[in-house]
């Protein structure tokens, strides 16, 4: 069985939803986890976003797996404390489930 690349990707929402306007995620099936996207099945965000009539767009993908993800999604200031890039977005930074799951300690 051959080895299928990883990809990182990074969903722009068409407006804000709840806490967040990007999702950076990544799937072993990209096709695959966007249809989860599509259809609300995907992360919660994205669950949300679909409630809402939210569209919206793969704005970019990397090669690489869940620990790429981290490194492109999350950064530290001199004082330890958690940031996070701006991934060369399209509207500024990330801020989505990742986000949350640090700010409450998890």
């Given at each position: ?101 640090a700010e409450?300690?998890?």
């Amino acid at each position: 069985m051959d080895h299928v690349p990883e990809t990182v990707y990074l969903i722009h929402l068409d407006e804000p939803c709840k806490h967040g306007r990007h999702y950076l995620g990544w799937a072993s099936n990209l096709d695959a986890r966007l249809a989860h996207h599509a259809d609300g099945t995907g992360a919660n965000l994205q669950r949300v976003a679909k409630d809402a009539g939210i569209g919206w767009t793969l704005a970019r993908t990397w090669q690489g797996d869940r620990f790429r993800e981290r490194q492109l999604g999350v950064t530290t200031d001199p004082l330890g404390k958690t940031a996070w890039s701006t991934l060369d977005a399209p509207s500024g930074p990330h801020r989505g489930a990742r986000q949350a799951e640090a700010e409450a300690g998890a």
